[in-house]
């Protein structure tokens, strides 16, 4: 019971936390203080430092990983997008995608606060060691194509002609699309093979044009066309991020629409 | 994770692309070119989207199947638009991806000579992606050509030597013998059996009657009107045949399935016999107007039937279902030479045939359903998985690090 409401607070810390850092984000590009730059960045390395411990808790009261329905992959979902842009600012500075992700992240833990976030036992079909790996594979992709999404976004608006935006922060940005997709769609690659393998083990057939399945192939095939344009024609710009930018609504499809329209094998993560 | 990061950390150029004209062949030349591939891929995405937004198969059947069909389904039905994952135009458009992917794959071998230091590597990369691309889809055709896949239905004590398939019976090299059947429950599985309140609703519209049967499987209710004189013969006797919680045919055999243990679509199959005649239809929980008729006219049917499944109060968070086993002896020559637990993600395999826990019944626990394939292409998907990541890492971890090494130090990039 402790334990509950200790993981309860957690939550909420983590949620403020992004919040904050939200903010903190937002005045620093308005007021071009590097003091709130810094104070951003160090908001979300202790927002995905309480997630993290989060994750930890309600795993160890679980028993299994924590990452079997609505509540608990938006949680993950949040978490990898604040990881993924972290790993990202190790090589760069992207002040606008630091108010961006934490927005996203933030965003995703209010929206699982919707959802009852009761630990409950799994359903046979769940009841496996790929669970883990299947799932946190797929979400560090979509984390990945959330954060390029975003760059997307920015980068689009740093182009329109009355932007004061620097040539350099075009271009990063513009970098940034790129590189987030070949790490998410290394990771989704992963994500659909460790699903195949699985669903060979528990169903005896690893593709069953099951809509999730089939919904991630989607995705897969435009981001491998992304790739495609990027690597031999050198396909940049405007029509990358407008690339992006689609893979990403069939990324939110593929998580989000199916558990809701289309019924099918993974039709328990709608819950 | 250090190594992961370069997936990050390299903006990706222009790589060493061998030029479409060092390809004379006009056919191969189209199909190396991206416009080509591009629009394949562009086309099997467009086709899968239509296969998961419009019905399939065993969802648009009992509409078709009344009298006078469907207009819309019926249309989309007959330009191939409710089976487009098994229409010959979507293997075409396979084939005219496998084909593209053999031309490019060509085309980067030679491109490996030519390319140097670590775009040497991601050329690399990209033709091993592309050979395990080609595998998965080959492990694909050698299961259609070679693969089998039937269903075992058995209860406690019985004995088979063949599997249902849509083809006729499917043979083992060997029987099977289920000794023991088990369902188990999280916490409190009395609460759970006692919530299983699935019921059978029988209405005789004409009679103004209405009764309820459980779904016990397999015991004959009989039917007769209250006006009936005392001691005649029952009109109807109705039996329930079959269970299943989440229906769904099987594609590749057609065979009736339960896609999940969870109650998506709960659905009997029962009978009706009258006359002699025996009438059997599956009756859906959540699709009251749905019902194919295998003898009968729907409308000759003065019966009209509505399953009332217990759904999620059946399966509540107290007696949420753990596990279903079954523990299953394999007979040669009349000896048992093995004994084996099946359950979900724990399949079981002998001389090339897996077994797979499929389906339970709540209302018979000694009955189960296991489904047996037979794939000697998943070694060779499994290979190209492999390959594929092996492939993937080397164009998005590895090249980019050698070539951030190599510029550090001053060598070739």
Same mark, same amino acid.
């Given at each position: 019971m402790t334990s509950i409401l200790n993981m309860t607070v957690l939550f909420n810390v983590s949620l403020a936390v992004y919040f904050c850092a939200m903010v903190a984000s937002v005045i620093g590009l308005m007021s071009r203080r590097r003091f709130f730059d810094v104070a951003a960045n160090g908001l979300i390395v202790v927002g995905v430092s309480i997630q993290t411990i989060y994750l930890g808790m =309600?795993? $160890?009261?679980a028993g299994r990983a924590p990452f079997s329905n609505m509540f608990e992959s938006l949680v993950l979902f949040g978490w990898t997008v604040s990881v993924v842009y972290l790993l990202l600012r190790i090589r760069a500075k992207l002040p606008w995608l630091a108010a961006a992700s934490a927005a996203l992240s933030a965003l995703a833990l209010a929206h699982a606060s919707t959802f009852e976030s009761e630990i409950r036992p799994l359903m046979p079909a769940l009841q496996s060691n790929w669970l883990s790996f299947h799932v946190m594979t797929c979400f560090l992709g979509y984390g990945a194509f959330a954060i390029s999404s975003l760059a997307a976004v920015g980068f689009l608006i740093a182009s329109r002609e009355r932007s004061t935006a620097q040539g350099e922060t075009r271009q990063t940005l513009e970098t940034i699309v790129a590189q987030t997709i070949s790490f998410g769609f290394l990771f989704l690659t992963l994500g659909i093979l460790t699903g195949a393998v699985w669903a060979n083990s528990a169903w005896g057939t690893y593709w069953s044009w099951d809509p999730k399945e089939t919904w991630s192939l989607i995705t897969w095939f435009i981001y491998a066309g992304f790739l495609h344009f990027n690597f031999v024609r050198g396909w940049r710009g #405007? =029509?990358? %991020?407008w690339i992006s930018i689609i893979g990403f609504v069939s990324v939110l499809f593929t998580y989000y629409g199916v558990n809701f329209l289309l019924a099918g094998l993974h039709s328990y993560a709608k819950s | 994770m250090g190594l992961l990061l370069f997936a990050m950390s390299d903006p990706i150029e222009k790589s060493n692309q061998p030029a479409a004209h060092a390809l004379g062949n006009p056919v191969t030349k189209v199909l190396g070119s991206l416009k080509f591939a591009l629009t394949v891929i562009l086309l099997? %995405?467009?086709a899968c989207i239509a296969g998961t937004l419009i019905p399939q198969g065993a969802q648009v059947e009992p509409y078709l199947a009344r009298p006078g069909g469907h207009p819309v389904l019926g249309m989309l039905s007959a330009l191939g638009l409710t089976r487009v994952f098994y229409s010959w135009w979507f293997v075409g458009l396979l084939f005219a991806l496998a084909s593209s992917l053999m031309v490019c794959t060509g085309r980067r071998y030679h491109a490996i000579k030519r390319a140097k230091g670590a775009a040497r590597i991601r050329v690399i990369g990209s033709?091993?992606?592309? $050979?395990?691309?080609?595998?998965v889809l %080959?492990?694909?055709? $050698? #299961? $259609?050509?070679?693969?089998? &896949?039937?269903m075992i239905q058995f209860r406690e004590g019985e004995i088979v030597e063949s599997a249902e398939s849509p083809d006729g019976p499917m043979a083992l090299p060997f029987s099977l013998r289920l000794s023991k059947f088990e369902l188990e429950f999280h916490k409190n599985p009395e609460e759970s059996k006692d919530a299983t309140g699935d019921r059978l609703q029988v209405q005789w519209a004409e009679k103004n009657w209405v009764t309820h049967f459980s779904?016990?499987?397999n015991v004959e209710h009989p039917v007769t009107p209250p006006d009936a004189a005392a001691g005649s013969r029952p009109s109807f006797v109705v039996k329930v045949l079959r269970h299943v919680s989440d229906f769904a045919i099987d594609g590749t055999t057609g065979e009736v399935m339960s896609r999940s243990d969870e109650p998506n679509n709960p659905a009997v199959q029962i009978s009706v016999v009258a006359g002699g005649v025996t009438n059997r239809q599956w009756v859906f929980a959540r699709f009251p107007d749905f019902g194919s008729h295998d003898v009968l006219d729907a409308a000759a049917?003065?019966? &009209?039937? =509505?399953f009332q499944a217990a759904e999620s109060a059946g399966r509540g968070r107290q007696g949420s279902i753990k596990a279903f086993k079954s523990t299953i002896e394999v007979v040669e020559n009349g000896a048992v030479v093995s004994t084996r637990v099946i359950a979900v993600n724990s399949p079981f395999s002998w001389k090339g045939f897996s077994f797979y826990q499929t389906s339970y019944n709540p209302d018979d626990l000694a009955w189960s359903a296991l489904q047996v394939v037979r794939d000697p292409g998943v070694p060779i998907v499994y290979a190209g998985f492999i390959l594929m990541m092996a492939g993937l890492t080397l164009v998005f971890c590895v090249g980019p690090w050698l070539g951030e090494q190599r510029r550090t130090t001053g060598g070739i990039p």
């Open positions: =309600r795993w $160890v009261e #405007r =029509r990358a %991020a | 099997l %995405a467009l033709f091993i992606t592309h $050979v395990s691309l080609l595998l %080959a492990g694909g055709v $050698v #299961r $259609v050509i070679w693969g089998q &896949k039937g779904t016990e499987l049917m003065p019966l &009209k039937f =509505r």
